[in-house]
């Protein structure tokens, strides 16, 4: 499964916005810099990046464009940062690396498989600083649980992190140190390794499992299945006289507050110097986003068949049942009767099934990329996702055929152009073959 080759050689975010870059590149999109003056000509196809771990592409129709046609999603999944210092003094003759949180991760789900190290680095050579990416590609770590014999752990059921998630590397006795294994990774010394951005990831790889094959598991469903099929559905769309746009941000799973997030000024800069490019005034660019759209999309949680009483009773998603329409009564989703409406409309024209998701009203959920795009860029916006299992586990689960109504339902988006009426009244027109 292609979508499972994706995610099992995208360990970090960095390397997700790595990879998706490759792809576009091999589609013909042109890299545009930050630091560069941009070019943009009607008819082309273009990419930026921010950070190395977030990136926008984006196809100009051949005529002035109507409107933009967005799909956002996020590049990042809970993990284990390293610290710096990386190695902790031994313990009963082993070493381990020193660690801490990053997003709200199942810490339970951590124990007792292989783990490695991936991320960025910084070399120094002179006065020049580069960025590389390393993954340590084999097993290195485990994170070892305490035996049953030995009693309860602890007092209550959270897992500490700085006593009970430090993986081991090494015996004190070994003579390769952590350092080491990085430079050896990036083909240079130790000593000019001056920064590192590094998580450590299951080595587990995806697999396709059940009776009849319909469902899938692997690590970093959440979002890197979002990543995947919304650049297939962006790259394969029809032509139509919108600015078609993917963006894929990091940090999400810590609030989106860098400047490479979604609540950064990443998204809103590139618009401004696309429209600058191309001639277009402010004024006219506010006009055109009346008739805009924005898909958050970011994965639901589907009805657990262990723990059925934990979703609402009324709107709990099913594995393979279809593109989970998200609400929230609190803003914490963007969606509202016309962006559902919109939604709806796209899936009965891609005969993709349709589910809702709201929480249980006495347990608080989580909130994703599009109420925080909003605060940027203000247009119709609507939060979907595919219903999946053990959400933020270090392996989860999802249903198979859920992948390919997304990619239908986002490729009859990106196909499609949106009118808004000063009336109230709104337009979904599809991309004439």
């Not at 590397?169 to 920064?195: C, H, W, Y």
């Not at 998200?326 to 409406?341: C, E, F, H, L, P």
Request: aromatic residues 8%; hydrophobic residues 35%; charged residues 25%.
């Amino acid at each position: 499964m292609k979508l499972l080759e994706f995610i099992n050689k995208t360990p970090t975010a960095f390397h997700a916005a790595a990879n998706v870059r490759d792809i576009l590149l091999d589609h013909g999109y042109k890299e545009l810099y930050e630091c560069e003056a941009w070019e943009i000509n009607k008819g082309g196809r273009y990419f930026t990046t921010r950070n190395g771990s977030s990136i926008i592409a984006f196809s100009v129709p051949e005529n002035e464009y109507n409107g933009i046609m967005v799909c956002a999603s996020h590049t990042d999944s809970p993990s284990l940062k390293i610290k710096s210092n990386l190695e902790l003094p031994p313990v009963n003759g082993i070493i381990r690396l020193n660690v801490e949180g990053y997003g709200g991760m199942i810490r339970e789900s951590w124990f007792d498989r292989p783990l490695s190290v991936a991320g960025r680095i910084a070399i120094k050579t002179g006065d020049e600083i580069e960025e590389k990416l390393i993954n340590i590609d084999r097993e290195l770590l485990v994170i070892p649980s305490l035996a049953i014999h030995m009693g309860k752990p602890r007092n209550d059921d959270k897992v500490n992190i700085q006593t009970e998630l430090l993986p081991i590397l090494r015996t004190d006795k070994a003579q390769t140190d952590f350092m080491k294994l990085i430079a050896e990774a990036a083909n240079t010394e130790p000593e000019s390794v001056t920064g590192c951005d590094l998580c450590l990831y299951n080595r587990e790889k995806g697999v396709v499992f059940g009776a009849e094959n319909e469902f899938i598991a692997s690590g970093r469903i959440d979002n890197l299945e979002s990543v995947y099929l919304s650049l297939n559905a962006f790259l394969n769309s029809d032509g139509t006289n919108t600015l078609k746009i993917f963006a894929a941000f990091d940090n999400e799973e810590t609030g989106s507050l860098t400047r490479q997030g979604a609540e950064s000024t990443f998204f809103s800069e590139a618009m401004e110097r696309v429209n600058e490019a191309l001639d277009i005034s402010r004024t006219e660019y506010m006009r055109r986003l009346a008739s805009s759209f924005i898909l958050s999309i970011d994965n639901a949680h589907a009805g657990h068949p262990n723990y059925p009483g934990k979703a609402d009773p009324a709107n709990s998603p099913r594995l393979n049942g279809g593109v989970v329409i998200k609400y929230n009564a609190s803003g914490r989703y963007t969606t509202d009767a016309v962006s559902a409406a919109a939604v709806k409309l796209l899936a009965e024209r891609a005969c993709v099934p349709i589910q809702e998701y709201h929480n249980r009203s006495d347990i608080a959920g989580g909130s994703t990329l599009g109420n925080l795009m909003n605060r940027h860029i203000s247009v119709h916006c609507a939060d979907i996702g595919l219903a999946q299992l053990a959400m933020h586990s270090v392996y989860e689960t999802a249903g198979a055929k859920d992948a390919q109504y997304m990619e239908s339902l986002l490729h009859e988006f990106y196909s499609s152009e949106i009118k808004t009426e000063k009336n109230g009244k709104y337009s979904i027109i599809k991309a004439a073959r």
